[in-house]
């Protein structure tokens, strides 16, 4: 099978013609998911609540219509949903505490020195690498939700043949991944707000990669 490239100039420029295209929806349904995600039981339907969101990321792809409940057909596929939205925080949340032991130890030990800057230096080392489990659980696992849009019922299977696809053509998803990661850094650049409009642009463009992949399937 073909691995299909991702052109990440013609990508970027296109997924942001579908995301102003479709700008109510994908912008506000966004910032609406986030809201609920601020709260304390918000937490638990992460899954459900970012499956609408690369739902309506799709079909905007697609060309195919829109309607606003699209945002949450999470919750009509719920139990799937629900599953690979904890299994992936699970998976990030256990990593990064397997990181924080070294870290807090590394960080007390500099402290001990009683030197400042090197205090400063390895808590800050050790503040980003708890970012890699966060980065390496969504280059996996974040097409899962196409996964399940398209039909697969068994959360386990969608993460395993998402994890597969991103495997099998690595180069091509990391090049991408690390275009996305520069417009996040731009995002927070600008005093964060820019950030709102950043995340659902990417998912837009996840849903480009993922439609590429799936036309190179057959």
Same mark, same amino acid.
């Given at each position: +099978?073909?691995?299909?490239?991702?052109?990440?100039?013609?990508?970027?420029?296109?997924? *942001?013609?579908?995301?102003?295209?479709?700008? +109510?929806?994908?912008?506000?349904?966004?910032? %609406?998911?986030? %809201?609920?995600?601020?709260?304390?039981?918000?937490?638990?339907? &992460?899954?459900?609540? *970012?499956?609408?969101?690369?739902?309506?990321?799709?079909? /905007?792809? #697609?060309?195919?219509?829109?309607?606003?409940?699209?945002?949450?057909?999470?919750? #009509?596929?719920? %139990?799937?949903?629900?599953?690979?939205?904890?299994?992936?925080? /699970?998976?990030?949340?256990?990593?990064?505490?397997?990181?924080?032991?070294?870290?807090?130890?590394?960080?007390?030990?500099?402290?001990?020195?009683?030197?400042?800057?090197?205090?400063? !230096?390895?808590?800050?080392?050790?503040?980003?690498?708890?970012?890699?489990? !966060?980065?390496?659980?969504?280059?996996?696992?974040?097409?899962?939700?196409? !996964?399940?849009?398209?039909?697969?019922?068994?959360? %386990?299977?969608? +993460?395993?043949?998402? #994890?597969?696809?991103? *495997?099998?053509?690595a180069g091509q998803w990391l090049g991408l991944w690390a275009a996305l990661s520069l417009l996040h850094v731009a995002g927070l650049l600008l005093c964060c707000v820019g950030i709102y409009v950043v995340t659902?642009? +990417?998912?837009? &463009?996840?849903?480009? /990669?993922?439609? #590429?992949?799936?036309?190179?399937?057959?």
């Amino acid at each position: +099978m073909q691995k299909p490239a991702f052109p990440l100039g013609e990508m970027v420029s296109a997924a *942001w013609r579908v995301f102003t295209g479709h700008f +109510m929806l994908l912008f506000f349904g966004h910032l %609406l998911i986030n %809201l609920i995600l601020s709260s304390g039981p918000g937490f638990f339907i &992460v899954g459900p609540l *970012w499956y609408g969101l690369c739902a309506v990321a799709l079909l /905007a792809v #697609r060309g195919l219509p829109l309607k606003i409940d699209d945002l949450f057909s999470g919750f #009509r596929s719920f %139990l799937p949903t629900l599953v690979v939205g904890l299994l992936m925080t /699970a998976l990030i949340l256990g990593a990064c505490l397997l990181l924080a032991v070294p870290t807090v130890l590394a960080t007390l030990l500099a402290w001990s020195t009683q030197s400042v800057p090197l205090t400063v !230096i390895t808590l800050s080392v050790g503040m980003t690498l708890s970012l890699v489990p !966060i980065c390496v659980v969504l280059f996996f696992y974040a097409p899962a939700f196409f !996964i399940l849009f398209d039909g697969e019922t068994d959360p %386990l299977k969608a +993460m395993k043949a998402s #994890r597969k696809m991103v *495997w099998n053509n690595a180069g091509q998803w990391l090049g991408l991944w690390a275009a996305l990661s520069l417009l996040h850094v731009a995002g927070l650049l600008l005093c964060c707000v820019g950030i709102y409009v950043v995340t659902p642009w +990417m998912v837009v &463009v996840l849903a480009m /990669a993922y439609q #590429r992949e799936k036309q190179a399937a057959g």
